[in-house]
């Protein structure tokens, strides 16, 4: 049974910063491309960040780029986001995903990843 499992979410001011984690259960990341996504209180889930299998090419969505950073250990079979100089309107549930056979064209999309975890709450106060 694949387990994702988010933590190191909770309450930072504007301007402050997280650091997320994801660890997986049974299946090795190293053979996954791993993203993270996030859904607001009324909104459709969104694109955070995501990195292919090779660990060497990263995406983000543009209004997190110079801001986020996505990592992975694989020897710990754990991904991070790394986020700083936090904005209000990035409160949301934050969501950590893995897929098998990410291609560049559809690595944006929810519907693209396999497995999800639960996720974990950022709220980020003005």
């Known amino acids: 049974q694949v387990q994702l499992v988010e933590s190191g979410g909770g309450l930072v001011q504007a301007g402050g910063s997280l650091r997320l984690s994801c660890a997986v259960s049974g299946r090795t990341i190293a053979s996954y491309s791993m993203a993270w996504f996030r859904q607001a209180p009324g909104k459709e889930r969104e694109f955070v960040a995501a990195l292919f299998r090779s660990g060497h090419n990263s995406y983000y969505r543009d209004s997190v780029k110079g801001r986020f950073t996505i990592s992975r250990d694989n020897a710990k079979n754990t991904v991070f986001l790394e986020m700083n100089s936090l904005k209000p309107e990035e409160t949301a549930v934050y969501y950590c995903?893995?897929?098998?056979?990410?291609?560049?064209?559809?690595?944006?999309?929810?519907?693209?990843?396999?497995?999800w975890g639960q996720g974990t709450q950022v709220t980020v106060s003005s």
């Open positions: 995903a893995m897929d098998g056979s990410l291609i560049l064209s559809t690595l944006r999309s929810a519907d693209q990843y396999d497995y």
